[in-house]
């Protein structure tokens, strides 16, 4: 969730590290800091809210140096305060920490005994205090970082200066991610690649319990028994379009137009979704299916289920994997066990992978991060081909989790001889056809504009959905108040009479998905039954669904207050399509509240912590 950002050997440090946490905006915060080292003496400078107030401190407390380590916090333990702003410093070392500390007060406690003063009221400041007490006892700084992190309980990446020690930063990770970047003159730390290959040409992804001496032309990994490693090097691709809004109002509007690309190259990088060097997954030999992941992802998993079920007549059961994790279900033996994640760093679904695993289970993963830890932990990994996604609200790695999961539920069938053959290749056909659909869409979009507009007053907003499109009416439940702070939830069109229905009056938009399938008529009876309670009705279907329902009464009583038309496209791709106007009309909703689009108070992009 927080960024770290740090570099070796760049005359104009402070400015490189500005433009490394700039470059880590997406991932969400609320304070910003950066440390130098310059003449073995290191300085600070920190600011609450976005990086505009820390440049404008570091016009008054300028930092020379060439080594720095910076940091962009989402606050967990205490409130966004400059004071609780890393990096967080003794008169020794400074520290920028991504993690939780999780025995952080018995940790403080026992240093304020010996006399140790803390600042702040995070869980952070423990490392720089407990590392500067090793320090007081003789150890040099690789042994007291060592010393220090292995007292923690709980995750961690850590950059960290000590004065007298110019040109170096130890860095450490278990739990959260850390890259290490080279160019010919310079070393980097980030949170991640996408940051990194601003100014990097090779990384090493560091692997969990690793501890790395880093200097400007080399690297000095040790491993959790402190043994000497080799990790390998991974050449990256510049990609100036990814940091790029391209004319675009927000990196999520120009993410959802991308769409139509994402998911074209998605479907082309098909016969090499594979990134694993063993043979790919045979669902033949498995039971029973569970997907397990989070946010959007999750969604993106009940979909699949719906697929997987339908097609391959296979069992699946879909988790959460903050709750798959801890409830430790029984493990089958010929079980699968499939992972969503974009950033491929989710700590909860990592944590659940790695219980699977030990259960003997098979583990396939979808990810859009190729070197990710869990992609590197799971047997079997397909990836999606959207390119990175800077956005907070996920638009086009969904839709690109959704095409790579309806085409691994065809490959699904097709192993498990569950349809005929000739079914199959024709899905496959109208599969293709799915990124001209989501173009055709895309062209609604003045529509959806206007139609964003019965929305811009409310309060609480209702999604209805039957079938695959009931994950999407979570889905867009979600994307309404993560990015406009509209109170807003899903339901399964069926359970509207048995709850949800109370909540009805003139004063709830309800946004009802209809395409024109077998569940059309149930659908818009439920329709009819919240506009006949006075609700605000947006309709999302095609053609013919806007047809039958706009004529049902000449007098036009039952008609949808709005309408947004889909295209026709066969029943299994209405997910994927039925995703982009929810997307769209969230994002329109949010610019008329005037709320912040690509970084929503307290969220981030990938959540690397509990």
């Known amino acids: 969730m927080c960024g770290i950002f740090g570099v070796v050997n760049d005359h104009k440090a402070a400015q490189t590290l500005l433009s490394g946490l700039k470059a880590l905006e997406y991932r969400g915060y609320d304070s910003a800091g950066i440390a130098t080292i310059d003449n073995n003496v290191i300085d600070c400078c920190r600011a609450n809210g976005k990086l505009n107030n820390l440049e404008n401190a570091l016009q008054q407390h300028p930092l020379p140096g060439s080594t720095g380590i910076a940091h962009t916090r989402w606050a967990t333990h205490g409130e966004p305060t400059t004071i609780n702003a890393h990096p967080h410093m003794t008169d020794d070392v400074a520290l920028v920490h991504n993690g939780i500390i999780e025995n952080y007060q018995e940790l403080r406690i026992e240093l304020e005994k010996k006399g140790h003063v803390f600042s702040s009221d995070t869980d952070s400041e423990v490392l720089p205090m407990l590392i500067s007490d090793y320090l007081a006892q003789g150890y040099k700084p690789l042994i007291a970082t060592k010393r220090a992190l292995s007292r923690v309980r709980g995750t961690y990446a850590i950059g960290a200066l000590f004065n007298g020690k110019d040109g170096q930063i130890i860095a450490a990770r278990r ?94 990088g098909l016969n090499q979704l594979s990134l694993s060097a063993a043979p790919e997954m045979d669902f033949a030999d498995i039971d029973r299916l569970s997907i397990i992941a989070c946010g959007t992802s999750y969604y993106a998993a009940m979909v699949a289920k719906y697929w997987f079920e339908k097609l391959a007549q296979l069992p699946v059961e879909v988790d959460l994997a903050s709750e798959f994790r801890y409830r430790q279900p029984p493990l089958m033996k010929r079980g699968g066990c499939l992972f969503v994640s974009q950033s491929g760093e989710t700590a909860d679904t990592l944590a659940a992978l790695r219980y699977a695993k030990e259960g003997g289970q098979y583990c396939l993963s979808i990810v859009n991060v190729p070197n990710s830890s869990i992609a590197r932990e799971s047997d079997f990994v397909y990836r999606t081909l959207c390119g990175p996604e800077i956005g907070v609200a996920s638009t086009k790695a969904f839709t690109s989790q959704l095409t790579v999961l309806i085409r691994l539920a065809v490959k699904a069938a097709q192993q498990r001889k569950s349809q005929d053959l000739v079914e199959l290749n024709a899905l496959m056909s109208m599969l293709g056809e799915v990124p001209q659909c989501i173009a055709t869409a895309l062209q609604h979009e003045a529509n959806i504009r206007d139609v964003a507009k019965v929305l811009e007053q409310a309060s609480s907003t209702i999604f209805l959905g039957r079938g695959q499109c009931y994950p999407i009416a979570l889905e867009g439940a979600l994307k309404l108040k993560e990015i406009s702070y509209i109170h807003a939830e899903g339901y399964a069109a069926g ?116």
């Open 175 to 268: 739990g959260s991610p850390l890259v290490v970047g080279f160019n010919q003159h310079s070393a980097f730390i980030a949170s991640d690649a996408v940051a990194a290959s601003l100014m990097a040409d090779e990384v090493i992804y560091l692997e969990e319990g690793d501890l790395a001496l880093v200097e400007a032309n080399d690297i000095f990994i040790f491993d959790k028994h402190m043994d000497v490693v080799n990790r390998q090097r991974t050449r990256i691709e510049h990609s100036n379009e990814a940091v790029s809004k391209e004319g675009h109002d927000h990196f999520m509007h120009k993410e959802i137009h991308e769409q139509t690309v994402a998911v074209q190259r998605t479907l082309d």
């Open 495 to 610: 359970e509207l009479k048995h709850g949800p229905i109370a909540l009805i009056d003139e004063h709830m938009p309800v946004v009802v998905l209809a395409p024109y399938d077998e569940l059309f008529e149930k659908t818009i009876s439920n329709l009819q039954e919240v506009r006949a309670r006075g609700a605000k009705v947006i309709l999302i279907s095609d053609k013919r669904g806007i047809d039958h329902c706009c004529s049902l009464n000449k007098d036009g009583k039952d008609k949808a207050d709005a309408v947004i038309e889909m295209p026709t496209a066969s029943a299994s791709l209405h997910p994927i399509l039925y995703s982009i106007p929810v997307q769209l009309l969230a994002y329109h909703t949010a610019v008329i509240r005037g709320t912040d689009v690509d970084q929503p108070r307290n969220l981030a992009k990938s959540v690397t912590v509990e």
